[in-house]
Every structure is written in C-alpha cells, then in structure tokens.
C-alpha cells in the first residue's frame, strides 16, 4: 500500500449533453487506498463523473489517466482499461439467465481468460464472505435486492480491480438492505480497497470517507474531510444541502 | 377413402413441406441473424451507433417486407432459376422463402436484442467485456428466450408462405392442396391437406413454447 501512488487522475474535463453542461472543468486524483465519498443534490453530475472514470461516458475536454493510461471510449485498449476498474451499479444489473456464480465467474473467465478453476474458489471465497454461499447456485430473481447488489459487489471485486467505483449502490434499498450493502462496503475499506463512492447515506459517507466531494452544478464546491465537511462546511451551498436530511421538530398549531 | 397412391402423394407432401419450412428457416437465419446484430449494434443507443450502415439495413429490411410474398416469389423467379437450376419444386421455393423470411428474421432478432437491459450491457461493458463477448456472452444468452420465440414465429410464418409458393408449383402440402382442392374439386383432400398442415404448425408452436419456457430463468416455473 502506498498512500502516495497516484491511481485514477482526473485532469480539467467537462461534459455536456446537448446546452447542458453537467461536468465544468474537474479536477481530482484518487490516491491508493484512498475512500472518496461524491456527495451532492439530484443531477449535479456525480454519476456522470463516475461514468467518465471508466470510460462509460467520453468526456468533451480534459483527460482521465489511469496510471499512465488515458481512459476514453475511444481509445484502442479500453476494454483492458475497464478491465481495472470495478463499477457497481444502482440497479445491480446481474445478468437474469445466469446464476450467482455464473454471474460471478463470467468476465473473469472470458475477459480475463482465468481457469475456471480458480475462478470458482475464489468466487466462493468472496461469496462467502458477503454471506451469499447458500445463493451460489441461485439466479438473481431469486435474490433479494440486498443480497443482488452483495452479489454484484462481489462480480466487481473478483476482476482485482485498482480502483472500485460506487454508483448510489443503496439509493434502490429498503433500509434494512442498505446495511448489508453497505456493511461490505466498509469490510472493503478495512482491506484498503481505493473507492469513489456516490451516495446519499450522510452518516455512512462520514464514516467510509478520507475525503468527501461535494459536487453542484458541474463543479467541485467543496473537497474536504468528512469531520469537517460534515460539522462545519465551508460553503453555503453545502450547508444548505447538508440541512436537506435533517428535520426539525413539527409544532402542531393550537 | 384414399388409396395409396394419394396416401403416398400426401408423405410425400408432408415431406416437402416440413423441407422447405426447415432449410428456409435454417438459411434465413444464417442470413438474417447477423442482419439483426448489426441493426441492433448501429441502432442509435446500440455498442456501435452508424446512421449510415443502420439507415442502409433498415431501409433493405422495410422494402423486402414491404413486397407481398407471392409477387417476391414470382419476381425472384430469375434469380432461383440461377442459384438452383429451375424455378419450380420445393428446393426452388427456398430461394424466395430465404430471401423474403432474411429481413423479417432481422427485424425480430434486433427486436429480441433491443429487449437486452441496456444496465446489463453496460455492467458487461464495465468490466472489460469487448464487442463480440458482448454479443455472444450477453446479448445472445440474455435474449435467448425472445429470440427462440421468434425462431418458432418465424418457422410457422414459413410454414404458410411454403404452403402459398403452391399456387406457383411450389411442391409440398400447399401445392397438393391447390392442384387437387382447387383446381380439380376434390375438397376431401383439400380438407387433408389443411388438417396436416394443421397438425405440422400445433407441433412446431407447442414444441418451441415448451422449450422457450425451459430456457426462462427470469420467472418461477
């Protein structure tokens, strides 16, 4: 683990869709092992920014790196770019024809070309650890939506990705479910996984997080630590929406 | 009530016409499946978006759907004569049922790929999947269901159109049916024919929605 070694660096990019511009000019670098928490209201671009971090999305200006290469749809090896980077998904989207394991074990098998083997064990090893070993033989219907998204979690971990990215993994979870999600999450924080995670969990943002984004309006507003982002925000902005998830007391009229 | 000679001529027939209806839907689809891929990858929101190639492959897909079947079947008469040798039989008849069932093929097959969650795709995409493993680890095994419905649809459509070349010397139960129903008044074999014909597609259309609802795993059986 080297705290200093750059992983994901992104340098000055800006994306619009058709007059909308939903990323201005950001700049970030991710660290390894480092846990960036991306908050910020509906539409402010989080998922986009994850999105160009990948390669899902290409970004009009700026540059993305991943160590020395540059991610971008349109670049020849992208497909082995993505291979390093881990990406969850709000809806899940486990393949439905295809059991737990089989959703596990496919992209290691085809994309990496890994003995099956070996993929196996360790798809049982991680599934196991998530407490999903009786669903291995399971397909996603079966599942609820806690133990699909542990599942899907899992699909993302066993490529050993560099760098694993969270998009709004929860937002789709009763309560209950969300504790379990995000419980393997913070078991991946304890191994020192590196993690940009978009999320409106306030209170497990203030725990996982090194550093908390906040993003509005295509801008990074603030980028400081969870203590002090969620204790004394330096902005306006951020006051206003930290305000959004408290509620104060109802005085019922006499 | 028949003898055997009209009892041999109605095997034969049923013989015809399950050839036709099989070979036809064979090629169509070795035609008419990557057909439906590549509509499906250049489509607007699809792995590889071409305005161009899709406009080209729509368009040829809407104009040879656009021709009834037995005004293709008599204008492609030249071109069986070159690809089998004669215009007339049944191995002649799966020229045009090829040509005419190819476009439709594509169509449904770029329907049953169109049908592949767009987030499932992307999951693949994220992690390193390429183009072909798209194809064929995803889509394929996502829309398997929909396009095996499909496959069964389209087999009962040739079924028909097999029966239809008939009227033009096609061979099979359809010609039966025409020369002797028809032309010669003979309902009873008529009646036969259609009843044969009847059986054939119960048992093409039971078979395919048993096997279709094997291969779902989406729903509890």
Not at chain 1, 101 to 112: C, D, F, S, Y
Not at chain 2, 161 to 171: E, I, K, N, Q, R
Request: neutral net charge; charged residues 20%; contains cysteine.
């Amino acid at each position: 683990m080297n705290r200093e070694k750059e992983v994901l660096k992104i340098e000055h990019i800006s994306k619009g869709f058709d007059q909308l511009n939903v990323l201005d000019d950001i700049s970030l670098t991710v660290h390894e092992g480092e846990i960036i928490v991306i908050v910020g209201p509906s539409g402010c671009g989080k998922s986009t920014l994850l999105r160009c971090l990948n390669g899902l999305e290409a970004v009009d200006d700026g540059h993305v790196y991943l160590g020395e290469e540059t991610v971008n749809p349109s670049v020849k090896n992208i497909t082995r770019i993505r291979e390093r980077i881990g990406m969850v998904f709000q809806s899940y989207d486990l393949f439905p024809h295809k059991t737990i394991l089989e959703n596990v074990t496919l992209a290691p098998m085809k994309v990496q070309k890994r003995k099956r083997a070996e993929v196996n064990e360790e798809a049982k090893k991680l599934l196991e650890r998530v407490g999903l070993s009786a669903k291995m033989s399971q397909y996603p219907r079966q599942l609820s939506g806690g133990q699909k998204q542990r599942a899907a979690i899992v699909r993302a971990l066993i490529m050993h990705p560099e760098v694993l990215l969270f998009d709004e993994v929860t937002a789709a979870l009763d309560p209950e479910m969300v504790r379990e999600v995000l419980d393997v999450m913070l078991d991946l924080a304890r191994q020192n996984r590196t993690m940009l995670i978009v999320t409106h969990e306030m209170a497990f943002a203030r725990a996982i997080a090194d550093r908390v984004i906040f993003l509005d309006g295509g801008h990074i507003v603030e980028d400081s630590d969870p203590g002090e982002f969620f204790t004394l925000p330096k902005t306006d902005r951020a006051r206003k929406f930290l305000n959004t998830f408290t509620f104060d007391t109802v005085n019922k009229e006499i | 009530m028949f003898d055997p000679k009209v009892a041999e001529m109605l095997l034969i027939g049923t013989k015809d016409t399950l050839y036709m209806t099989l070979v036809s839907t064979l090629f169509g689809y070795l035609l008419g499946l990557p057909f439906g891929v590549i509509l499906n990858l250049t489509r607007k929101n699809g792995l590889h978006p071409n305005k161009i190639v899709y406009g080209i492959g729509d368009f040829i897909c809407n104009i040879v759907r656009s021709i009834p079947f037995l005004i293709l079947l008599i204008l492609l008469i030249p071109f069986t004569r070159f690809i089998v040798g004669k215009s007339y039989g049944s191995t002649a008849t799966i020229v045009p049922l090829v040509v005419c069932s190819a476009p439709y093929i594509a169509r449904i097959v770029e329907s049953s790929l169109n049908e592949v969650d767009e987030g499932v795709v992307e999951a693949a995409k994220a992690m390193g999947a390429s183009t072909l493993q798209i194809i064929f680890k995803v889509l394929f095994v996502e829309a398997r269901v929909s396009l095996f419905t499909g496959a069964v649809i389209t087999t009962g459509l040739l079924l028909g159109y097999s029966a239809m070349s008939g009227t033009v010397g096609g061979g099979g139960l359809g010609d039966i049916a025409v020369r002797y129903g028809y032309y010669r008044w003979q309902a009873d074999i008529m009646v036969v024919t259609v009843l044969l014909l009847i059986v054939i597609f119960q048992v093409i259309q039971n078979l395919g929605m048993y096997f279709s609802g094997r291969l779902d795993h989406r729903k509890k059986r």
